[in-house]
């Protein structure tokens, strides 16, 4: 077993471990915090498809992960004053399934990723992060002047969603879903990174002239990654929403883009337990340094400063090392 | 003989007011290896790329295999059978050597879109990625990463890359830059056999290896074709001793 396995595996178990045993001191708060960092974790394992595999520097995640956190806000608002979102041509009615509100924010976020990637991903370096950033503040500046659901005040929903068979208000069950999720991406994400696809989409990054040169395109890699890789960050966004029972603009904000690329920077970049490591550690400092002072993103600045000067592979490379050959 | 695999008919191109290529015409056939030489700046890696896809001509048309491929891409030329090597190593640097064939067999294969199961456990492909390698002599580096590889070892890697897209024709860009005497001398026994599977459009600066193999050689200066025919014609040719060769009979 190689050492990053070995941490992988530290790190997997680090955020259950931490629930259940608030879970044992009636530490509800706590729970709370772990199921945060397990859904921002989700966040960032999407934004490592695109940055880390593809090497797609998108400062507009939040887009997705904002529309993500809208598909949930407007599904559950109509349900909650059982008004349907619309009634022509054909009736549309709100909902409080949590399985189907995952279904529209994938499906939206995908499709907004599609779009989105189709036009930056003509463009390379400096551009791409100043277009998909484009994006994303279009999207922001869009809910702040919507005011059907709440404009810059957002919107709250007062009861969780559904989930079959769970109280979803229950913090120690709502975490076993949102870690249930992170981890079933987490899986998936391994798999596609190591499958025909990630091994292309990995070589377009390092050299996309030799990608071409054995007949493959750049792009449709690049395209395909963004779109799984928006998809997975709007699904974060669902659960983010329903974690807070409140969705507001600020999701769709550009610290929110800059936050989800610190997880994954502070993890390691393009390392699969990268960003689990980075939400959680994020959390924590959050939490430590944040009750010690209001100005404690000083020091996650001062943090991230060394982590790119002196750890380009971020916690992950620093303990790890490089990533080793195939297997 | 058979017709032409690859054919250029008048190719032009220009960058603003220097010719880089200027009416060339030029076919390899089955079985052959057609050596392009040239003094620095005449034009050669502009006509590589005008092959390869990567620079639109200016006029003139390029035939792969009987079809038009003038105004195709990298990408589709590179499917329809032209197995390129790069003149500076063109390789995924972070990946093993082996990884690279692998990429190579893939792109032959096609089938990109798939997400799940692991690359490298693909017999198929690891399979035709280390026949690659063993035919380059590079077996035994397969796990190394191709960063750590010496400059020779990653030219080498450039040939075996292009052997598992099972080309209809290599075009090589100074393959043997950089490999030394003996690895220069192996590589030419490679290549030598290599024009039975398909035929080699060859750049190369090496002039031993040049005359050794070429079956055809034509001279580029300034963009022109100025001379084409066997090592002999092109070691008597008056234009070519005095445009390219120089006056020390360094031949």
């Known amino acids: 077993m190689t050492r990053e396995t070995l941490l992988n595996i530290v790190l997997f178990a680090i955020l259950p471990t931490t629930a259940l045993v608030a879970f044992a001191l009636d530490e509800p708060f706590i729970i709370t915090l772990a199921t945060k960092a397990a859904i921002l974790a989700l966040a960032g394992v999407g934004l490592n498809i695109a940055l880390g595999l593809g090497g797609l520097v998108s400062f507009g995640h939040a887009a997705f992960f904002g529309l993500g956190g809208y598909a ?19 009736l549309i009615e709100g909902t409080k399934s949590m399985l189907v509100i995952w279904g529209v924010a994938i499906v939206a976020s995908a499709l907004a990723a599609l779009a989105i990637g189709a036009l930056s991903l003509r463009t390379t370096g400096v551009y791409f992060i100043m277009i998909t950033l484009a994006f994303g503040q279009m999207l922001y500046y869009f809910a702040i002047s919507w005011p059907a659901y709440g404009g810059e005040d957002g919107l709250s ?22 870690f249930g999720i992170l981890a079933i991406v987490l899986f998936g994400a391994g798999r596609l990174a190591k499958a025909r696809f990630g091994l292309a989409l990995s070589a377009a990054r390092q050299n996309a002239e030799r990608v071409e040169t054995v007949g493959l395109t750049p792009f449709r890699l690049r395209l395909v990654a963004f779109v799984i890789s928006g998809a997975v960050t709007g699904l974060a966004g669902a659960l983010f929403a329903d974690l807070n029972r409140f969705v507001s603009p600020t999701m769709f904000s550009w610290h929110t883009s800059g936050e989800i690329m610190v997880f994954v920077i502070l993890g390691g970049v393009g390392r699969l337990f990268g960003p689990v490591a980075g939400a959680a550690l994020y959390i924590l400092l959050e939490h430590t340094l944040g009750g010690l002072s209001e100005f404690w993103h000083v020091y996650l600045g001062l943090l991230l400063l060394l982590v790119v000067l002196f750890a380009r592979g971020g916690l992950i490379g620093t303990i790890a090392g490089r990533e080793v050959a195939h297997d | 003989m058979t017709d032409p695999l690859l054919k250029l008919s008048h190719l032009n191109k220009s960058f603003g007011a220097l010719k880089a290529t200027d009416d060339v015409s030029l076919t390899l056939v089955r079985g052959e290896i057609h050596a392009l030489i040239g003094p620095n700046g005449a034009g050669k890696s502009t006509l590589i790329k005008q092959i390869a896809g990567g620079l639109r001509s200016d006029s003139g048309t390029v035939e792969f295999a009987g079809r038009d491929v003038t105004h195709l891409g990298t990408v589709p030329r590179a499917r329809a059978g032209l197995g390129r090597t790069f003149q500076i190593s063109s390789l995924a640097m972070e990946y093993t050597v082996l990884q690279n064939t692998v990429l190579g067999a893939l792109g032959h294969d096609g089938g990109v879109m798939r997400f799940f199961r692991p690359v490298m456990k693909d017999r198929a492909l690891v399979d035709r990625g280390m026949a690659a390698l063993e035919r380059v002599g590079l077996a035994d580096q397969a796990a190394k990463r191709t960063a750590d590889l010496s400059h020779g070892q990653r030219r080498l890697l450039e040939v075996a890359v292009a052997l598992t897209l099972e080309p209809k024709v290599f075009l090589m860009d100074e ?9 220069s ?67």
Do not use: C, W
């Open chain 1, 72 to 90: 949930m806000g407007i599904l559950a608002s109509h349900a909650q004053s059982y008004t349907p979102l619309m009634e022509t041509p054909f």
């Open chain 1, 157 to 178: 929903i007062y009861v969780r969603n559904d989930f079959p068979g769970l109280n979803t208000l229950d913090p120690i069950q709502f975490f076993a879903i949102a």
């Open chain 2, 175 to 183: 393959p043997m830059a950089g490999l030394g005497a003996s690895g």
């Open chain 2, 185 to 251: 001398k192996r590589l030419t026994g490679f290549l030598d056999a290599l024009r039975a599977q398909a035929p080699i459009l060859l750049v190369e600066h090496d002039m031993d290896a040049v005359f050794a193999l070429a079956d055809r050689i034509s001279v580029l200066v300034y963009g022109q074709v100025i001379a084409t025919g066997t090592a002999d014609e092109i070691k008597r040719d008056p234009t070519v001793r005095e445009a390219y060769l120089g006056a020390e009979d360094a031949v």
